[in-house]
């Protein structure tokens, strides 16, 4: 059975960024604080019930499905937190993948609920060159926080190691763990969400830290001025391209 890779190769910022840029993703050594993650659960609960209750479930796209919903992350408190948005040990990882320049330009999220059933493996990027067989550097990076505790039967998202398309049959690791647990993957990583047999809701956000040419088109992360003037030089740094709407 393959195991997620975590920070057993190294501890450091450069060792996690090594199994990153190797496997296509890395489990961080620490998790975000429990109190942030029951804020962030009881911030976000409002939001998915009210996109529940206007959308489809199937709305998003093809790979979608019924019970899997996508809602985008409004950037204002609790989602704002530094510890999230501006995480220093996600930081300090990526900018040895991404280098010093990368920005974050999406803030979504992904629930499936109770009755889920798996989606297609599939990228959330495609290859920049494809008719070039070769595997390039990282250039973007997501990272996912699930709200809730995830163990098998909940819905976890599944992910295939390494570059290329996955064999027939090949095995895909589930992500597992407690709420706040915190998942770096390349955009370019094989997966799927997979069918949730519990009787609650997985709620996982979503972020994507980029080198600054890419440009992923959707979700945007969008804030009204006050909250970019309350942002660190670095913060500022990391959402030069939100979109800032005027304070109110
Ligand atoms: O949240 C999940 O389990 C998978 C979501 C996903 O990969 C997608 O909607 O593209």
């Not at 496997?23 to 109190?35: F, K």
């Not at 019970?67 to 609790?78: D, H, K, L």
């Not at 510890?83 to 280098?99: A, C, I, K, T």
């Not at 493996?121 to 505790?149: K, M, R, S, T």
């Amino acid at each position: 059975m393959a195991h997620l890779p975590t920070a057993a190769s190294g501890p450091t910022a450069e060792g996690l960024a090594a199994v990153l840029a190797a496997e296509g993703w890395v489990v961080l050594p620490e998790r975000l604080p429990i109190e942030l993650v029951s804020a962030l659960r009881e911030g976000f609960l409002p939001l998915l019930e009210r996109h529940v209750s206007e959308r489809q479930p199937h709305e998003g796209g093809p790979n979608r499905g019924v019970e899997r919903y996508g809602v985008f992350v409004p950037f204002r408190p609790p989602f704002d937190d530094p510890r999230l948005v501006e995480n220093p040990m996600v930081l300090d990882v990526l900018e040895n993948v991404l280098g010093p320049d990368l920005e974050c330009s999406y803030f979504g999220s992904d629930t499936p609920f109770p009755g889920a059933e798996f989606q297609p493996v599939h990228q959330d990027g495609e290859p920049l060159f494809p008719e070039w067989n070769a595997h390039l550097p990282p250039y973007a990076v997501i990272l996912n926080v699930c709200l809730v505790d995830v163990y098998r039967h909940r819905g976890p998202l599944e992910l295939f190691p390494g570059p290329g398309v996955p064999a027939p049959g090949a095995d895909p690791v589930p992500f597992l763990g407690p709420a706040g647990t915190l998942l770096l993957r390349d955009i370019r990583l094989w997966h799927r969400g997979s069918p949730n047999r519990s009787d609650r809701a997985r709620p996982m956000l979503s972020l994507l830290y980029n080198r600054p040419w890419f440009r992923f088109g959707i979700g945007r992360p969008t804030m009204n001025r006050s909250h970019y003037e309350a942002l660190s030089q670095r913060g500022r740094t990391l959402f030069r391209n939100a979109c800032v709407t005027p304070a109110g």
